[in-house]
Protein backbone atom coordinates (compact mmCIF):
# COMPACT_ATOMS: atom_id res chain seq x y z
CA UNK A 1 0.00 0.00 0.00
CA UNK A 2 0.97 3.54 -0.89
CA UNK A 3 0.62 7.00 0.74
CA UNK A 4 -2.37 7.46 -0.92
CA UNK A 5 -3.66 4.44 0.64
CA UNK A 6 -2.43 5.54 4.26
CA UNK A 7 -4.24 8.98 3.78
CA UNK A 8 -7.40 6.52 2.57
CA UNK A 9 -7.42 5.18 5.53
CA UNK A 10 -6.78 8.35 7.44
CA UNK A 11 -9.56 10.01 5.44
CA UNK A 12 -12.00 7.31 7.07
CA UNK A 13 -11.74 8.73 10.63
CA UNK A 14 -13.22 12.10 10.20
CA UNK A 15 -14.61 12.19 14.38
CA UNK A 16 -11.50 12.33 14.99
CA UNK A 17 -9.12 14.52 12.43
CA UNK A 18 -12.44 16.79 11.82
CA UNK A 19 -15.72 16.58 13.88
CA UNK A 20 -14.51 16.13 17.55
CA UNK A 21 -12.07 19.14 17.57
CA UNK A 22 -14.49 21.28 15.80
CA UNK A 23 -17.42 19.92 17.89
CA UNK A 24 -15.70 21.18 21.22
CA UNK A 25 -14.07 24.21 20.04
CA UNK A 26 -17.07 25.90 18.51
CA UNK A 27 -18.69 24.20 21.73
CA UNK A 28 -16.37 26.27 23.78
CA UNK A 29 -17.08 29.47 22.25
CA UNK A 30 -20.58 29.36 22.23
CA UNK A 31 -20.17 29.24 25.89
CA UNK A 32 -17.94 31.94 26.11
CA UNK A 33 -20.11 33.85 23.86
CA UNK A 34 -23.13 33.54 25.92
CA UNK A 35 -21.36 34.59 29.16
CA UNK A 36 -20.23 37.51 27.09
CA UNK A 37 -23.72 38.90 26.62
CA UNK A 38 -24.48 37.98 30.41
CA UNK A 39 -21.82 40.29 31.73
CA UNK A 40 -22.60 43.72 31.49
CA UNK A 41 -19.99 45.29 30.79
CA UNK A 42 -18.54 47.69 28.07
CA UNK A 43 -14.98 46.41 28.14
CA UNK A 44 -13.50 43.76 25.88
CA UNK A 45 -13.44 40.20 26.93
CA UNK A 46 -10.40 38.03 25.90
CA UNK A 47 -10.30 34.52 26.82
CA UNK A 48 -8.10 31.62 25.96
CA UNK A 49 -10.80 29.08 24.48
CA UNK A 50 -8.95 29.37 21.24
CA UNK A 51 -6.22 27.62 23.07
CA UNK A 52 -8.10 23.93 22.87
CA UNK A 53 -7.74 23.56 19.16
CA UNK A 54 -3.86 23.46 19.75
CA UNK A 55 -3.79 20.87 22.93
CA UNK A 56 -5.88 19.06 20.58
CA UNK A 57 -2.96 18.70 17.99
CA UNK A 58 -0.97 17.44 20.29
CA UNK A 59 -3.13 14.93 22.20
CA UNK A 60 -4.19 13.68 18.27
CA UNK A 61 -0.28 13.13 17.42
CA UNK A 62 -0.04 10.79 20.32
CA UNK A 63 -3.24 8.89 19.66
CA UNK A 64 -2.68 8.81 15.83
CA UNK A 65 0.56 6.26 16.61
CA UNK A 66 -1.61 4.86 19.48
CA UNK A 67 -3.99 3.83 17.27
CA UNK A 68 -3.05 3.47 13.65
CA UNK A 69 0.49 2.19 13.32
CA UNK A 70 -0.22 -1.22 14.74
CA UNK A 71 -3.11 -1.71 12.32
CA UNK A 72 -1.05 -0.21 8.82
CA UNK A 73 2.33 -2.89 9.80
CA UNK A 74 -0.20 -5.09 9.76
CA UNK A 75 -1.80 -4.37 6.58
CA UNK A 76 1.89 -4.70 5.51
CA UNK A 77 1.83 -0.44 5.05
CA UNK A 78 5.79 -0.06 4.73
CA UNK A 79 6.73 1.92 7.37
CA UNK A 80 8.33 4.96 4.95
CA UNK A 81 4.97 5.03 3.66
CA UNK A 82 3.16 5.41 6.81
CA UNK A 83 5.31 8.15 8.41
CA UNK A 84 4.99 10.32 5.11
CA UNK A 85 1.29 9.46 4.66
CA UNK A 86 1.01 10.85 7.98
CA UNK A 87 3.11 13.98 7.54
CA UNK A 88 0.96 14.89 4.44
CA UNK A 89 -2.37 14.82 6.35
CA UNK A 90 -1.01 16.38 9.24
CA UNK A 91 0.28 19.62 6.85
CA UNK A 92 -2.90 19.45 5.20
CA UNK A 93 -5.28 19.14 8.17
CA UNK A 94 -3.61 21.35 10.11
CA UNK A 95 -3.63 24.20 6.91
CA UNK A 96 -7.48 23.82 7.00
CA UNK A 97 -7.17 24.58 11.16
CA UNK A 98 -5.38 27.50 10.57
CA UNK A 99 -7.25 28.72 7.32
CA UNK A 100 -10.52 28.64 9.40
CA UNK A 101 -8.65 30.40 12.62
CA UNK A 102 -7.10 33.25 10.32
CA UNK A 103 -10.93 33.59 8.73
CA UNK A 104 -12.92 33.24 12.31
CA UNK A 105 -10.14 36.07 13.45
CA UNK A 106 -11.05 38.61 10.75
CA UNK A 107 -14.93 38.59 11.39
CA UNK A 108 -14.53 38.55 15.12
CA UNK A 109 -12.15 41.81 14.67
CA UNK A 110 -15.04 43.10 11.89
CA UNK A 111 -18.20 42.25 14.44
CA UNK A 112 -16.31 43.94 17.34
CA UNK A 113 -16.18 40.19 19.06
CA UNK A 114 -19.15 39.35 17.13
CA UNK A 115 -21.45 42.04 18.85
CA UNK A 116 -20.83 40.66 22.59
CA UNK A 117 -17.13 42.14 22.73
CA UNK A 118 -15.44 38.29 23.30
CA UNK A 119 -12.36 38.28 21.99
CA UNK A 120 -12.19 34.28 21.20
CA UNK A 121 -10.00 33.99 18.04
CA UNK A 122 -9.03 37.69 17.10
CA UNK A 123 -5.48 38.43 19.76
CA UNK A 124 -3.21 41.94 20.02
CA UNK A 125 0.16 40.62 18.82
CA UNK A 126 -0.88 37.18 17.52
CA UNK A 127 -2.96 38.87 15.12
CA UNK A 128 -1.33 41.52 14.50
CA UNK A 129 0.87 40.66 10.99
CA UNK A 130 -0.71 39.98 7.46
CA UNK A 131 -3.50 37.23 6.87
CA UNK A 132 -0.64 35.34 5.19
CA UNK A 133 1.83 35.82 8.41
CA UNK A 134 -1.07 34.75 10.65
CA UNK A 135 -1.92 31.91 8.80
CA UNK A 136 1.77 30.90 8.43
CA UNK A 137 1.81 31.09 12.82
CA UNK A 138 -0.78 29.19 13.38
CA UNK A 139 0.15 26.18 10.63
CA UNK A 140 3.73 26.35 12.16
CA UNK A 141 2.51 25.86 15.50
CA UNK A 142 -0.32 23.36 14.51
CA UNK A 143 1.86 20.82 12.80
CA UNK A 144 4.66 21.71 15.64
CA UNK A 145 2.57 20.50 18.52
CA UNK A 146 1.51 17.95 16.41
CA UNK A 147 4.85 16.16 15.96
CA UNK A 148 5.56 16.63 19.52
CA UNK A 149 3.04 14.06 19.96
CA UNK A 150 3.70 11.90 17.25
CA UNK A 151 7.63 12.00 19.14
CA UNK A 152 5.95 11.45 22.57
CA UNK A 153 4.29 8.35 21.41
CA UNK A 154 6.81 6.94 18.86
CA UNK A 155 9.25 7.09 21.63
CA UNK A 156 6.97 5.21 23.75
CA UNK A 157 6.30 2.46 20.56
CA UNK A 158 10.00 2.82 19.98
CA UNK A 159 11.70 1.90 24.15
CA UNK A 160 7.91 1.11 25.99
CA UNK A 161 6.44 3.08 29.18
CA UNK A 162 9.52 2.66 31.07
CA UNK A 163 11.83 4.69 28.30
CA UNK A 164 9.05 7.11 27.79
CA UNK A 165 9.20 7.66 31.36
CA UNK A 166 12.96 8.16 31.66
CA UNK A 167 13.13 10.40 28.99
CA UNK A 168 10.24 12.82 30.38
CA UNK A 169 11.93 12.94 33.76
CA UNK A 170 15.04 14.01 31.87
CA UNK A 171 13.48 16.49 29.70
CA UNK A 172 11.80 17.97 33.14
CA UNK A 173 14.72 17.68 34.94
CA UNK A 174 16.97 19.50 32.48
CA UNK A 175 13.97 22.54 31.72
CA UNK A 176 14.57 22.50 36.24
CA UNK A 177 17.73 22.83 35.97
CA UNK A 178 17.43 26.11 33.21
CA UNK A 179 14.49 27.40 34.89
CA UNK A 180 16.78 27.56 38.23
CA UNK A 181 20.00 29.29 36.68
CA UNK A 182 17.45 32.08 34.73
CA UNK A 183 15.94 32.87 38.04
CA UNK A 184 19.18 32.98 40.09
CA UNK A 185 20.98 35.00 37.43
CA UNK A 186 17.36 37.49 37.64
CA UNK A 187 17.22 37.38 32.86
CA UNK A 188 13.11 36.49 33.08
CA UNK A 189 12.61 39.84 32.16
CA UNK A 190 15.40 39.89 29.55
CA UNK A 191 13.98 37.64 28.05
CA UNK A 192 10.59 38.33 27.75
CA UNK A 193 11.24 41.42 26.17
CA UNK A 194 13.54 39.74 23.74
CA UNK A 195 10.59 37.74 22.40
CA UNK A 196 8.92 41.07 22.67
CA UNK A 197 11.20 42.55 19.99
CA UNK A 198 10.16 40.06 17.34
CA UNK A 199 6.40 39.30 15.68
CA UNK A 200 4.32 36.19 16.68
CA UNK A 201 5.46 34.78 12.70
CA UNK A 202 9.32 35.51 13.39
CA UNK A 203 8.91 33.21 16.36
CA UNK A 204 7.06 30.80 14.69
CA UNK A 205 9.53 30.51 12.06
CA UNK A 206 12.08 29.36 14.93
CA UNK A 207 9.63 26.41 15.34
CA UNK A 208 10.37 25.24 11.63
CA UNK A 209 14.13 23.49 12.59
CA UNK A 210 12.60 22.00 16.02
CA UNK A 211 9.58 20.69 14.14
CA UNK A 212 11.70 19.02 11.57
CA UNK A 213 13.96 17.44 14.13
CA UNK A 214 10.52 15.75 15.69
CA UNK A 215 9.75 14.49 12.44
CA UNK A 216 13.57 12.89 11.79
CA UNK A 217 13.37 11.06 15.24
CA UNK A 218 10.29 10.12 14.86
CA UNK A 219 10.88 8.65 11.76
CA UNK A 220 13.75 6.46 12.93
CA UNK A 221 11.87 5.60 16.14
CA UNK A 222 9.12 4.65 14.00
CA UNK A 223 11.49 2.50 12.20
CA UNK A 224 12.75 0.48 14.69
CA UNK A 225 9.79 -0.01 16.53
CA UNK A 226 8.10 -3.58 17.40
CA UNK A 227 4.47 -3.78 16.53
Avoid: C
Avoid at 103 to 125: C, D, K, M, Q
Avoid at 190 to 213: G, H, R
Amino acid sequence: MNIQGVLKMYSRDKWAWFLIPNIILFSVFLLNFIVSLIISSDEKIYTGGVSYIFFYMLVMGIMVVVQTFPYAIGMSIRRTDYFLGTVVMAVAVNILFGIMLVVLSVIENATNGWGGRVHFFHFPYLNDGSLLEQLTMYVILLINLFFIGILISSTARRFGAKGLIIVIISVLLISSVVALFVTYYGIWLDIFQWFASYTAVQIAYWLILPTLLYMLLSFVLLRRATV
